[in-house]
T-cell receptor, first 114, second 115 residues
Framework: AQTVTQSQPEMSVQEAETVTLSCTYD???????LFWYKQPPSRQMILVIR??????QNATENRFSVNFQKAAKSFSLKISDSQLGDAAMYFC???????????FGAGTRLTVKP | DTGVSQNPRHKITKRGQNVTFRCDPI?????LYWYRQTLGQGPEFLTY????????KSRLLSDRFSAERPKGSFSTLEIQRTEQGDSAMYLC?????????????FGPGTRLLVL
C-alpha cells in the first residue's frame, strides 16, 4: 500500500524568507502523481502544485516549487519570499495513475512570523 | 461561486442519531469523492463516484455509512446510528478526469460532532 510521510509536524519561517517542507512516499509503481495542498485555518483545501512522476522537470507555480527525487521517493515543497498568507497546514498527497483515491500525509503546520 | 459547496458546514448530533450531508460539485466535473479528516491528520478516502456510479469504497466506510449521487450531480453522505468516533470533518472533492490528468478540488467540509 502506498504511504505518504511528512516528518515535520510544524515549521516556521520569517516573512520574506524561504522554507522547505519535506515529504516522502512509498510505492512500487512507476506512474503516479504527487500534490501539495494548502489548508488555511477554517478554510477549504486548495491545490498548490502538482507533479507528474514521468516528468523529470520540477514543477513551479510562482513562489512555490518542488524538488522531486523519484529514486529517493522524495517530494519537497519550497516556498520562496514567504508571506503571512502562506500560514496554513500543508498536505502532501499521492495518487497512482491507475487508482482513484489520493493518499495524504499527516500535514505540516506552517507559521509565518512578521 | 462555482466551487465545490457542502452543507451543512457544522452539525452537532447525539449518539445514535442519523445525519446526512450534501455536496454540490463543480458542474462539469464527472467525479466526486468523499474523505474524512480527523484532527491533526490528513484526509482519508471514503468513496468515489464517476457520474452516478459508486465505483470504489474504502474499508473505512462501515455499513452505517451510505453515499449516493443520483443523476450524477450532487451527492449525499448519510451516517446512521452515529457514534462518537464518527466526529470528524467530512470533505467532498470533485474532478474531471481526462485520461490520467486529474486534479481534485475540495469543498469547505462539514464538521460533525457526535455527543
Amino acid at each position: 500500500a502506498q504511504t505518504v510521510t511528512q516528518s515535520q509536524p510544524e515549521m516556521s519561517v520569517q516573512e520574506a524568507e524561504t522554507v522547505t517542507l519535506s515529504c516522502t512516499y512509498d510505492t512500487s509503481e512507476s506512474d503516479y502523481y504527487l500534490f501539495w495542498y494548502k489548508q488555511p485555518p477554517s478554510r477549504q483545501m486548495i491545490l498548490v502544485i502538482r507533479q507528474e512522476a514521468y516528468k523529470q522537470q520540477n514543477a513551479t507555480e510562482n513562489r512555490f516549487s518542488v524538488n522531486f527525487q523519484k529514486a529517493a521517493k522524495s517530494f519537497s515543497l519550497k516556498i520562496s519570499d514567504s508571506q503571512l498568507g502562506d500560514a496554513a497546514m500543508y498536505f502532501c498527497a499521492y495518487r497512482s495513475a491507475r487508482g482513484n483515491d489520493m493518499r495524504f500525509g499527516a500535514g505540516t503546520r506552517l507559521t509565518v512570523k512578521p | 461561486d462555482t466551487g465545490v459547496s457542502q452543507n451543512p458546514r457544522h452539525k452537532i448530533t447525539k449518539r445514535g442519531q442519523n445525519v446526512t450531508f450534501r455536496c454540490d460539485p463543480i458542474s462539469e466535473h464527472n467525479r466526486l469523492y468523499w474523505y474524512r479528516q480527523t484532527l491533526g491528520q490528513g484526509p482519508e478516502f471514503l468513496t468515489y463516484f464517476q457520474n452516478e456510479a459508486q465505483l470504489e469504497k474504502s474499508r473505512l466506510l462501515s455499513d452505517r455509512f451510505s453515499a449516493e449521487r443520483p443523476k450524477g450531480s450532487f451527492s449525499t453522505l448519510e451516517i446512521q446510528r452515529t457514534e462518537q468516533g464518527d466526529s470528524a470533518m467530512y470533505l467532498c472533492a470533485s474532478s474531471y478526469r481526462d485520461r490520467d490528468q486529474e486534479t481534485q478540488y475540495f469543498g469547505p467540509g462539514t464538521r460533525l460532532l457526535v455527543l
